[in-house]
């Protein structure tokens, strides 16, 4: 049994059938990859599991508990936290507010009425949240609105909110699109080191193959909605059909 | 004080300050000159600065926070004006029981309407709310005041009281009128500086009489002011801790991304109806207080004019911010009270040192925008702060403040004032 169970999702959008019958299995601690073209089905399939979207039939089970019906911040509150595919932040607060955020919600659950007590006395969580910072290299520009960073800045902001709180699942929507070479290696790196230290179990939609096949233990290939293949990323490398869903239409 | 910074804690001494000398400051002008009309230290017009003060406070931290735009937020300072009313009814004329129970009422009021009107977002969630306010408005204007049934708000009339109520708990010394453990709030002591002697009443004093020759100011030290003034001081410091809590931090991510909220585990209903409820306690105590100033509630203190008031003060000011509404406040007030008084008769005298044709003139180009037009020249000067100062009046004082600091330190300071702007408070 793995951590995440996926079992018959369906989910159609009218006439569009975006996932056909999909099953998934995630092993706890292991970084599970799913890749395919453009229009494949994977973010419908992440929407599916935070409860964003919820399927027309078919199960989702994290950690033994369905999380269909759920809200997206109780699902949360089970320890899923996804980075989205266009960087979902808070544009008007600074960066540290921003990673603050996720900290309050990791000690204080859904709702707390603190409203007596300032941000200000918070150590712990202010300390755990420079840390953080530091982890992703953006201490220097804690004050900054977070609207005003780089989309690449954003991204990691984005992925230093959702690492604070210690996930025991962490979705990652093409977390290294729109960001520089450089800034995706040491994403890469940040992501192994994460996983080496904390357990936490990945799962990550990716187009950049260099990622993919450095970080994933696992890969899924979705196409049209339905999984083609899944394997280890050696055998997912020369796969016929793997290599049809990508260039199909080329060599028709 | 305990946690805020050294700004909070200017910020609230400067307003403490200004509002404990207010009627010295709202009254520059002698009594006798031709500027005294623009004098606003008289205790009404104080009275109506602070308790509108306390209204857009309280609104400001639902829209000014969460940017959720209640257009109904006048029905609980209604439903705060009745329930003191009934107080004295039944009680007596102390203003205690009436300011605690209107917080308490408006504050269960709110926790039905916010409950209900916060399953939306957007427009949706201001119409909900402005429909609520104007379904209040009709039955404390007709169903509720019905004396044929049951009669909670006396109708066209209004609530007030009459020598046949009950008063319970009024003493036979007690005074007649709304007063704080015998203090009434009607109570003023004046202090004339300058001028000719003249008979003093009660606590009244004149100070260095004929030191200006004729000229004298006059300060009205106002016992109900001052009461609400000091409420006023603490319902501003709650609202900055609130500004500056985790909480607050809260409810501004509800503004910025409600969708990054949820999927960080936190469920924002309760936020927003926590910052709905408290809003609208605010609200109720400003109600109760003008009832304690004036013991009388009528049902247009619900109407949607009222309700969208408090919205253009907390905007004019800047919303979000922590001062705003109050500059806000006070400036529609002093508008309405002080532009509605002049008449062509005072602009005659103004302009009397013209030639006739050239006084006329002018008489007749200001005539619209003074007196009953006031609402002109406010509708004007809100535009071109929307326009120009997206911020409010905060904004205004902000952009003059950097103004004055770039001249001062052309040199330097320039990139510290850049970099000020892109790095906004932690
Ligand atoms: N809310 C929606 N309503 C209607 N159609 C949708 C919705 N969300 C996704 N789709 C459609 O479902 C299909 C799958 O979309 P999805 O976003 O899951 O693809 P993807 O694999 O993430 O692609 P990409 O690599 O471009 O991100 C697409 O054809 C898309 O247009
Ligand atoms: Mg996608």
């Known amino acids: 049994m793995g951590i995440l169970e996926v079992k018959g999702v369906n989910k159609r959008f009218g006439g569009l059938q975006a996932l056909g019958d999909v099953n998934l299995s995630v092993q706890e601690n292991s970084v599970h990859a799913i890749i395919g073209p453009n229009g494949a089905g994977k973010s419908t399939l992440l929407n599916c599991l935070v409860g964003k979207l919820i399927p027309d039939s078919g199960s989702v089970m994290f950690d033994g508990q369905s999380v269909l019906g759920r809200k997206p911040h109780e699902i949360n509150q089970m320890g899923i936290s996804r980075v989205f595919q266009t960087p979902e932040i808070f544009a008007d607060l600074s960066v540290l507010e921003n990673v603050l955020i996720p900290c309050f919600a990791r000690r204080d659950g859904a709702f707390r009425m603190h409203a007596y007590e300032t941000v200000a006395n918070e150590r712990e969580l202010r300390d755990m949240a420079l840390h953080m910072l530091e982890d992703v290299n953006m201490h220097d520009k804690r004050r900054m609105l977070a609207g005003s960073l780089s989309r690449g800045d954003k991204r990691r902001l984005e992925m230093a909110m959702c690492l604070v709180q210690s996930p025991r699942l962490l979705l990652l929507d093409e977390p290294t699109a729109g960001m520089a070479r450089a800034d995706t ?29 450095s970080l994933a233990q696992r890969i899924t290939v979705l196409a049209q909605g339905t999984p083609l293949v899944e394997d280890v990323p050696d055998r997912i490398k020369g796969h016929p059909k793997v290599r049809e869903a990508y260039l199909g239409e080329a060599q028709v | 004080m305990r946690g805020l910074e050294r700004r909070d804690v200017m910020l609230l001494v400067i307003v403490a300050v200004m509002t404990l000398f207010a009627p010295i400051i709202l009254n520059p002008f002698p009594a006798n000159s031709a500027m005294a009309q623009f004098n606003a230290g008289y205790p009404d017009l104080m009275q109506r600065f602070v308790i509108f003060g306390i209204f857009a406070i309280g609104f400001n931290i639902l829209f000014g926070l969460t940017g959720y735009l209640s257009f109904g937020h006048a029905a ?36 039905v309407i916010g409950y209900i009107s916060l399953r939306r977002s957007g427009i949706y ?3 909900l709310t402005l429909a609520f306010a104007q379904m209040s408005f009709a039955l404390a204007y007709s169903v509720l005041g019905n004396p044929a049934l049951i ?10 009281v009459y020598p046949s109520d009950p008063q319970v708990l009024h003493g036979a010394s007690a005074p007649n009128v709304t007063n704080l453990f015998g203090l009434e709030m009607r109570q003023t002591c004046e202090v004339k500086l300058g001028g000719t002697a003249s008979g003093l009443s009660g606590c009244d004093t004149h100070m260095l009489p004929g030191a200006f020759g004729e000229t004298f100011w006059a300060f009205d030290f106002n016992a109900g002011y001052y009461v609400c003034a000091v409420l006023m001081l603490i319902v501003f410091y709650l609202s900055i ?3 500056r809590s985790p909480f607050g931090m809260m409810l501004r991510a509800v503004k910025s991304n409600q969708q990054r909220l949820n999927y960080t585990g936190l469920n924002p209903r309760p936020y927003t109806l926590a910052a709905f409820v408290i809003s609208g306690m605010y609200a109720g105590l400003a109600g109760g207080l003008m009832a304690s100033m004036d013991p009388l509630a009528g049902a247009e203190r619900m109407q949607w004019t009222a309700s969208g008031e408090v919205v253009l003060m907390t905007i004019l000011g ?29 602009l005659h005298s103004w302009f009397a040192f013209m030639p006739e044709g050239l006084e006329n003139l002018f008489v007749t180009l200001l005539h619209p925008f003074v007196g009953k037009g006031w609402h002109l020249t406010l509708g004007i000067l809100f535009m071109l702060v929307v326009i120009f100062l997206p911020g409010g009046l905060v904004e205004g004082g902000q952009r003059i403040g950097r103004f004055a600091f770039r001249r001062r330190n052309r040199k330097g300071g320039e990139a510290e004032a850049e970099a000020a702007r892109k790095q906004p408070a932690e």
């Open chain 2, 151 to 160: 009669n909670l708000t006396n109708g066209e009339t209004g609530l007030q």
């Open chain 2, 318 to 346: 800047g919303a979000g911010t922590l001062i705003g509404p109050v500059l806000g406040a006070g400036f529609i007030k002093y508008f309405e009270n002080i532009f509605s008084k002049i008449n062509d008769g005072v």
């Open chain 2, 241 to 243: 801790r609130i500004f």
């Open chain 1, 185 to 213: 290696n040491n994403t890469i790196d940040l992501l192994k080191e994460i996983h080496a230290k904390h357990d936490i179990t990945m799962c990550i939609i990716e187009h950049d193959m260099n990622v993919v096949f």
């Open chain 2, 76 to 111: 609980f300072l209604g439903v705060g004006s009745y329930s003191a009313v009934w107080m004295f009814k039944l009680l007596g004329f102390n203003i205690i029981p009436a300011i605690l129970l209107s917080v308490v009422v408006a504050g269960l009021f709110s926790v």
């Open chain 2, 125 to 127: 969630f201001s119409i």
